[in-house]
């Protein structure tokens, strides 16, 4: 039986180190905020915005939520962006994705400053992460790659096999896989023949956003089995590996829920600090 990366611990392990990190900066007069912006009424979306504002108030960083009707205007949410840009309170912006469909999302990310971008979505910052130097990296991908670190797991020449090319996962997956020395392959809806590439993964990270469609004889025996996906199958919620058989199979895996999901947070959380820590010199 694989051996389960506990989500929920480290998740609760980070968001103590960043807690400690808060207090430090708030004894030398900087107290980190977070501004999350959402529109509409989107459910996913709300109870993700609720998490991160509670998160972020109990590691002691100072969080507002500003809650706008899906009509607002793409004008009117680049207006507000430029006016926290400048705003001290704040040292990260997130805007809740998806937005709604009258409003341009890649103009939207780009108008919040790169360095207060704690997404890692602007412009700047996916060059940064392409190019290996500093910036902001995407809370979920960063969490997957703190989950390998805690547990003690080498990518250094593995075989890293990716499912999902989307800017939020796939694509900066695979740029901090690489960075860290592994061989990685990245695969997507039209791949051929996925099972030919996923069996010879040393490890496997799946963001498809499909229930259960990774099964076990898709896995190499003692991999890792990292599952990304969040999905509901008959109001389960239910990650894209088939958690049930692939146990059975791979070294390690994650659960869904308690896997990669915590982290997410926790990386947003870190993200912040970092951007007070960078701010305050
Ligand atoms: N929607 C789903 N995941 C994310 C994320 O990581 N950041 C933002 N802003 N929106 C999301």
Not at 59 to 71: F, Q
Not at 91 to 114: F, K
Request: net charge neutral; proline share 5%.
């Amino acid at each position: 039986m694989a051996q389960v990366i506990d989500g929920k611990k480290w998740s609760s392990v980070s968001r103590q180190e960043t807690a400690q990190t808060v207090e430090l900066l708030k004894a030398k007069g900087v107290k980190p905020g977070l501004v999350v912006i959402l529109l509409g009424e989107h459910p996913a979306s709300m109870s993700y915005v609720r998490g991160k504002d509670k998160a972020a108030t109990e590691a002691g960083i100072y969080s507002e939520v500003i809650h706008l009707p899906s009509s607002t205007t793409e004008t009117a949410l680049v207006q507000l962006i430029e006016r926290l840009n400048h705003d001290d309170r704040f040292h990260g912006i997130l805007v809740q994705l998806p937005l709604p469909e009258h409003i341009n999302e890649q103009s939207v990310i780009a108008a919040i400053a790169p360095h207060k971008d704690v997404d890692g979505f602007h412009p700047v910052n996916v060059g940064a992460l392409a190019l290996g130097i500093s910036g902001f990296v995407p809370c979920t991908p960063l969490g997957v790659m703190k989950l390998l670190e805690y547990e003690g797991i080498d990518v250094t020449g593995k075989h890293a096999v990716v499912i999902g090319r989307s800017n939020i996962v796939g694509k900066p997956m695979a740029q901090l896989l690489l960075s860290k020395s592994a061989t990685v392959t990245i695969c997507h809806s039209k791949t051929q023949n996925l099972s030919a590439f996923t069996r010879q993964a040393d490890l496997l990270v799946a963001a498809i956003g499909k229930p259960c469609v990774i099964k076990a004889d898709m896995i190499k025996p003692q991999s890792v089995v990292i599952d990304v996906g969040i999905n509901r199958l008959d109001g389960k919620l239910c990650g894209d590996v088939d958690y049930a058989s692939a146990s059975e199979v791979a070294q390690f895996i994650t659960p869904v829920p308690g896997g990669v999901g915590p982290m997410t947070i926790a990386m947003l959380l870190h993200n912040t600090v970092l951007a007070a820590q960078r701010m305050a010199g």
